[in-house]
């Protein structure tokens, strides 16, 4: 081939690079869209138009496998965006006027006196609401706070929530423990366990991340704690939204749950929102 | 038009090897998607990634592996921070094998050790990945895509069973995992 | 070179120095997650992969590309470079929005990776760094296109010469890839980031950023193959073998490297197999012009080592002159060139992909055919414009040959254990591992051995820094212009085919509609794939 310098569109190696490229594109189109995805079984429609939808990656239509063993869900709070922009619409002021019989129990400042009853001072609202709308929809154990829920709608909970996330940050009491104690939890709580299946426990209960709901656990009451991980190991707990705690805490032996709820009690106060 | 130089003329033998190299790649590829009918994933469904434990195919009591009237099995799985679920996924030997996956929150991923086994898992799609095992044996199944600080924390296990011992024990299950044990 | 040498030289400096820090963070990183460290805070980690990812993928190529670019267009074209102050805003504008996001993320608040694949946010700042980086780079574009039409006009009729026209290439191709990571950051990260929109669509993220992920590599690539055709045939002592296949080369690369990105995605359920395949093919075709360049400039070397009296079938290599930083770390580039090409066709070969998709093969693979084979050559390039910039003797020809030397040496220790690892099954992307498992415990020497490849690689890189750190002073250098090297049979005229761009880059656009463009819109009309982000803490 010589090299005339032909200007413009009249070179013809355009159209035949050109032409090259859409015979390739043609050529790829029968084999990809068409030929291969022939060979794939049992996936709906063995028709062509069928084939090639699915090699173009249209929709297809309803999932095929719509039998569903029925069951009750976990929760009824789901983290959709509509409830998480109401999260932010609860008002801490009016939530404290409602808190009067909360504080008999949970303490007047979010600080409760009886180790069986969470501290609720400096906790997230998405938490709170959540536990609350569990509570009152019989996802977690209605005998305990049901009686107090049964009247409260959910502009109520969401004041509640906000006025006990707004509570200053506690600082409990300085406890001692173990040297041993405490290098166990550390290493649960800042790398985890990976071939269990466990993250660290700081990647959704911070600081090293936030997942949303996930509540503060630094300055928990300790035998709560301790209580409500033996209760979603054993699976009489499980308002866990799609098992996320309860694959936790399966996975903890029960002395490991007692070193956790031994660290965390010993925090100096919740991990700020 | 016939080159006119040497180095016109080597670089036309040049080219044919080119196209025996690229040539002989798209035959391989061809070859295996015709004889072993292996393809990447093609499936488009969505769901909404928020509700998934309200209602519907991926509620927690619909969560494990399914036998089908063909002897086939589905597994459902949810990929969240930081589990799989469930993160003991137990399947038969021999069998067709199709995991249905997604996620109510981040990207994830997975892949099953010593397998090829291998998909993401998005957050308002449904992942859908067909596979055979061919002998019983344990598997790890760890998450393969960055999906925040507890990534690396995300195992699960897939113990696959011969066929007789799966239906003896997890037969007269509608949901068969091995979580929890 | 004159007025620009201190333009050039700038942008050389900043892209090592930043080099040099992310391949501190590099070898950190290797060590903390092989046996041979305890576990550390995982937020750390991934942290610095962040940096390091950024740095190196967006930062130091952009810079070391925009610096050779000028370089090729004072030289090549035969007169003084125009828009000197123009390429300095940009280079100003690169630097501010590097720093702009590093120091986002050092303190913690975009812990994304360089990835950064929604729903998973980080702060706003982080992506306005970038972007302002890439619009840096976008005036370097357009300097590059100005410099490449004004020659044309003033020379009608005449072969642009083939270092422009290739880097002329290599912009146009980053002009348009960019838009992918760029509409990705502007219409979908930040607008969530925000709080204009409420959700975000990790599947159409994920496809606009696979627009940018592969042909981005092939913009990093551009400068290395400019140096193979323009600098090497010199280098070595003879002439390039054939002008007009590098044209055909960098065509090639201009048109093929974009619509192929799917390749990437080829686990993901939002697209279709048929789009696959078609991406696969496509990909096919982008090995070719890298086939075409091994063979031109294999012939060339041939040509300058039998000048060199070299006989016999193989007897030329032996005869090359080795001495040369050029040719030495073009050896390399091509050994690492073929380990990691070898490499890039398993991963592209459609359902073998599911093989190793996001295992360490992935990781290994992209460091060795970006870190090793075009970043050699950054290297050789900077070695061979010092004196030309600088007005001194490169200092010390021994310890650049050494430092060459580690590079490759380490970067075979450390990339060809971590292929293996990934077919072992390894996943990507995890600060620790439990090698105490049996069965994760096979793995642990090779992730061992890879970790102490990185200190080799951070000991090159510091020799580097040293190296022409060193070069900047010292006995003057000769007053001889860099050349570029000359044809077997330099091109009289030209096909307009090979010496423009306005029909190709139609194709291109055509192309990129017709592989990603259903890919794309299929989002306009699928419903739920909106997920609300989830923001990463900072410390």
New interface residues.
Partial sequence: MTYNARQGPTDPRFATWIGATVVLFILSFVVGFVWLPSFQKGSGRADIWGIICRAVGLPSGKTRATESVPGQSSSNVAWTVSTRRQITQGGAARGGELAGTCNNCHGTNGISADAAFPNLAGQSVAAIYKQLEDFKGGKRNPEVMGVYLRELSQQDMLDLATHFASLPNPYAAAVSIPESVDATARHLVEVGNPLRNLAPCAACHGPLGLTFGAPGLQGQQRAYLEQQMQALAAGSRRNDISEQMRSVARQLTPSEIAMLAAYYSNGAGFAER | MPPTNEVERSEHRWAYVVASVIGFVFIVIIFSSVHWAAQPPSNLETIDASRLHLAGEFMESNLGTAVQPDGSVIVRVIAQQYSFVPDCIVVPASTRVVFRATSPDVLHGFLISDTNVNSMVMPGFIAVVSTRFDKPGDHLMPCHEYCSVGHQGMWARVKVLDRFEFARLYGNQSRASCAGK | MQGSNRLVLAHFWAAFVAFTAAILLGAWQMLVRSPLHR?V???LY?RAVTAHGTTLAYVFPTLVAMGFGYAVCAVSLGRPMHGVRLAWAAFWLVIAGAVMAIATVAAGKA?V?Y?F?P??TGSPYYYLGIIIAIMGSWIWVGLMVSHFARWKRDHT?LPVPLAMFAFTAGALLWAWTSLGVGSEILFLILPNAYGWT??I???LA?VLFSWTLHAIVYFWLIPTYVAFYVLLPAAAGGRL??D??GRIAFLQLL?FSMPIGLHH??????????????H???T??V??PT??TI?TIS?SLEIAGRLRGGRGLLGWIRALPWERPLVLASGFALLMLGLGGAGG?INM???????I???QWVTGHFHLIYGGSIVIMYFAIAYELWPHLTGHKLAAPKLVRLQLWTWCVGMLIVTLPWHLVGIM?Q????????YT?P??APQAIWVSISALGGFVLLFSALLLVGILFASQRGPLAENSPLKFSLA??P?S???????GFR?WTL?VVA?TL?NYG??LA?FLF???????A????G?
């Avoid at chain 3, 005229?493 to 010496?499: I, R, T």
């Avoid at chain 3, 699928?526 to 609300?532: D, F, K, S």
Wanted: hydrophobic share 45%; glycine share 6%; net charge negative.
């Fill in positions: 576990w805070d995982p937020e991934y812990t990776l990835t694949y729903p998973l009729g409420d959700t669509d990790p599947g994920r073998y054939s007009r296949l048109i995605l080829f686990a993901d359920p939002q697209i279709g197999a048929g789009f696959k395949f078609l696969t093919v496509f096919a075709m090995a070719v086939l075409l063979f012939a066709l070969s459609y359902a073998f992909n599911s093989t998709h996001n295992t099954g996943p990507r992307r995890m600060a620790y591992y439990d498992d069965a994760l077997v049979h091109p005229v030209l096909p307009a085919s090979l010496n029909v194709l192309l017709a259903f890919p299929q699928l419903e739920h794939t909106g997920v609300p989830y923001a990463v803490q410390p």
